[in-house]
């Protein structure tokens, strides 16, 4: 799910166009609702002359229909709507007026995939990672420390929860935006990039859902950090350092 069908006539689409149309509506999909790539699925239906009319008359004209989850805004669904039926006319050189577009509502609560109910929209990451197609703790523990070492707070901010917490010397801190701030005082106060150079890393200790690293460098003479993930996302984490400086 989403689930779009593409009704043409017989012979009316070859291979390559078939491919093509199936990339468009992925990508299209996926840019305006925010859903994974490998969410979106697109089936081909033909019809032989005499199986479709328009006002009682037979027409060959491309109807893509798309059954996606309930939830998207009218803006995005009209947009979804405008930049298929755009695509489809340039692959297949017809002109726009013979190239329909539908988009159906279905509440995620009907819709049964990979072994379990679809999530509401934005809640993807939970449910690929019950599906095991999210990152593993040890995953997530490597790319949040080397994002550190880079000083890329967009790219350690990305893999918290909204509402996770971040608890250290200074109290608790609450939220991905909050915690966003915090790293970029880190980085400008304490460990700026010529400072980082220095800092060496451990390799995680993970158990099931936590992971715990110790480093040291800079005016850190042992820190440690621990990570509890959860659907896919940190939820907690504890720092403690002690500074020689």
């Known amino acids: 799910m989403p689930m779009y069908s593409v009704a043409f006539p017989v012979d009316g689409l070859t291979s390559d166009q078939k491919r093509e ?15 994974p ?18 006002g009682g008359e037979p027409a060959g004209p491309i109807v893509i229909t798309g059954r996606i989850r309930a939830g998207r805004s009218d803006g995005d669904k ?18 726009l007026a013979e190239v329909a577009t539908i988009v159906r509502d279905v509440p995620s609560k009907y819709i049964f995939e990979g072994g379990q109910l679809m999530p509401e929209p934005g809640q993807e990451d939970a449910w690929l990672a019950r599906l095991g197609g999210g990152p593993t703790t040890e995953e997530l523990a490597v790319r949040h420390f080397e ?14 929860a909204p509402d996770a917490v971040l ?3 200074f109290g608790a801190i609450t939220g991905r935006e909050a ?11 304490w460990f700026p990039a010529e400072v980082r150079e220095a800092i060496e890393f451990g390799r995680p200790l993970v158990d099931g859902d936590t992971a715990f690293l110790e480093w040291h460098g800079g005016p850190a003479s042992y820190a440690a950090d621990t990570l509890v993930i959860r659907d896919g996302r940190k939820q907690y984490q504890s720092f403690a350092a002690v500074f020689t400086s």
């Open 147 to 160: 994002a550190w070492k880079k000083g890329d707070v967009e790219a350690i901010a990305a893999d918290y």
């Open 167 to 169: 608890v250290n010397g």
């Open 37 to 54: 790539e490998s969410f979106v699925h697109t089936s081909f239906e033909a019809f032989a002359a005499g199986d479709y009319f328009v």
């Open 21 to 35: 149309i199936a990339g468009a509506v992925t990508r299209i999909h996926a840019a305006v609702t925010g859903a």
């Open 179 to 189: 915690i966003a701030d915090f790293y970029r005082r880190v980085f400008t106060e």
């Open 78 to 95: 009209q947009r979804i709507l405008r930049e298929l039926a755009a695509a489809v006319a340039d692959i297949t050189g017809r002109p």
